[in-house]
């Protein structure tokens, strides 16, 4: 199980911002009766349920997205999220940085769950959810009370040293960066998905950041940024919890990253049915037994979670989900599997 952020789980607003809670999501249709029975009974006849979510499950709660159509980070302007070599190699990158990240962290650490959050801890605390798994630094879950959580790319809420490898909660850094930067301002200029702002080279310049207050090396935040790996180790435990399972449940995500993609594969190669409520296409619908393009703050609410062994029997006697579900049948054509890194 992934470190707890640094806080008790407090919801101010389960809704999430109601100033901002829409502008990041992207269009999609109305509510479809008959997609929530199916997604009902999907829930129902799982008893060791993985869910893995992505950022379309938080842009409800006002945070963009890089890849939603219209509304994500990639469509609105041309800037790209920071890359882990550039960061680690250049003293430069780390200021720019952190003077953004300084800025919109007030209002990135204020955030709240949403109700598709939420759902997700109620299920947990009802036995249905059997582990969930994260892509999402935001600690959104964390918030909402889930606890068999993994943040497969880290959390905002932490920071480390990347010479001693020490840890100390944000909120942290944030005072120290006050301290040091007293007469400093700067105005934003828009927000990113991962907790900074756009902020002006002349802005940046005279920045200060604090080192490690341990051995004097540099800090990063415990994320994953683009271009690093995720920890073998949770990597491992991830597949665990794969093989473990009897049904994937993916939730706001198009799954472009192959670090939460392979995990899909995985699945699917165990033969677990894979159901998948994303607003828009994603890398894996091909493999889904289920597509639903609703929001999830919408849909996930009307589930009712039944306690595991509480689904109705399958009358034929076999197992209580189709492993067949995401294939085609027996001589169908037209199939094209995905490969790894496709």
Known sequence: MSPLCIFSPRILHPRGSHTAAGTFVPPCPPLDREKVKELQRFI?????LLVMTGAGISTESGIPDYRSEKVGLYARTDRRPIQHVNFVQSAKTRQRY???????????????????????????????????????????HT??????????????????????????????????FEALNSTWGAEAHGVAPDGDVFLTEDQVRS??????????GPLKPDVVFFGDTVNHDKVDFVHMRVKEADALLVVGSSLQVYSGYKFILA????????????IGPTRSDQLACLKLDFRCAEILPLIAPQRPGLGAPNPQGGPLLDLS?????????GHVALLPGE
Request: aromatic residues 8%; charged residues 20%.
């Open 98 to 140: 952190w003077a953004r990240n300084f800025v919109g962290w007030p209002q990135f650490s204020s955030h709240q769950p949403n109700a598709a959050h939420l759902a997700l801890s109620s299920w947990e605390t009802l036995g249905k959810l059997y582990w969930l798994v994260t892509q999402n630094v935001d600690a959104l």
């Open 325 to 333: 579900c995401g294939r085609p049948p027996p001589g169908a054509r």
């Open 207 to 216: 920045f200060r950041v604090p080192p490690c207050t341990k051995c004097g």
């Open 143 to 176: 918030k909402a009370g889930s606890q068999r959580l993994t943040e497969l790319h880290g959390c905002m809420h932490r920071v480390l040293c990347l010479h001693c490898g020490e840890q100390t909660p944000r909120e942290v850094l944030q005072d120290r």
């Open 267 to 278: 699945a699917h190669e165990k033969k677990l049915p894979i159901a998948i409520l994303n």
């Open 44 to 48: 129902s006849l799982s008893k060791r």
